[in-house]
């Protein structure tokens, strides 16, 4: 009987360290041998073609390029051997592009067997942990992970070592409107804005909130409010109210009294505004219908 192949284990130190990805110890093609590591020539090293960034901060690669001229490098880079004095990236895009500004030749590397699918996961994995990414960012990765490398939620929770509640939390954002999205990816709101706004299934309302968001520079916690308020009456607040006359509040009274329900009266500071009539059945609802007939 076959041995059961082993599953990766949590994050990606497990994922590096696996002896999935270290399967032989002999010198096949060149000088170095897989499992080792070693100084490589930065021009035989290969951009990783599963990097999942495409944005990378030029100021953050300067700054990590003086580091590395004054210290070197601490963390080596993970590469796949290719051939002979052939590599791939697996991770460390920026440590390479720094060590490529600051003029280095050579770079530490550790060196792995790893086919495309490993590939992809660990770089996905990798630019999970990062602490300079969005949410959207992490969301776009988590969903490559499900569906380019066949994980199931509960997989990729145990691969990266997150609740399934909050890798739930993070799709759900792919599901808001692109503009959202892209407010998010450039941090004009955060997180708990976009999570707030989830919660209603009109995405016309959902952008003009966001609109009113970066206008008003909205808390989440205001925002959590217009969200609540809008759910429970159906109404957005498009505009700004002006204190109610007191003949709209007195009428208000009146249809109170007429109909057996609660009535509330909205009007905006030109004129406009809604009359909502609450009603606690389909009975009650017809029972009113029926008075205002």
Known sequence: MKTKKKALGRGLDAILQSPETDITSKDISGNYVVGAIANIEIIKIEANPFQPRDNFDDELILELADSIKKQGIIQPITVRKLGYDKYQLISGERRLRASKVAGINEIACYIRVANDEQMLEMALIENIHRKDLNAIEIAIS???????????????????????????????????????????????????????????????????????????????????????KFNQDGKEETEDRSPLPQTFKMSAETLREKLGAGVIIRRNNIGKGNIVISFESDQDFNRIIGLLD
């Open 142 to 228: 988590y969903q490559r992970l499900i569906e380019e490398c066949d994980l199931t939620h509960e997989k990729l929770s145990d691969r990266i070592s997150k609740n399934r509640s909050t890798i739930t939390n993070y799709l759900r954002l792919l599901k808001l409107p692109a503009e959202i999205q892209l407010a998010m990816r450039n941090d004009k709101i955060s997180m708990g804005h976009a999570r707030a706004m989830i919660n209603i299934i009109d995405q016309d309302v959902q952008l003009r909130i966001l609109k009113k968001i970066i206008s008003k520079d909205l808390s989440v916690r205001q925002v959590e409010e217009l969200v609540r």
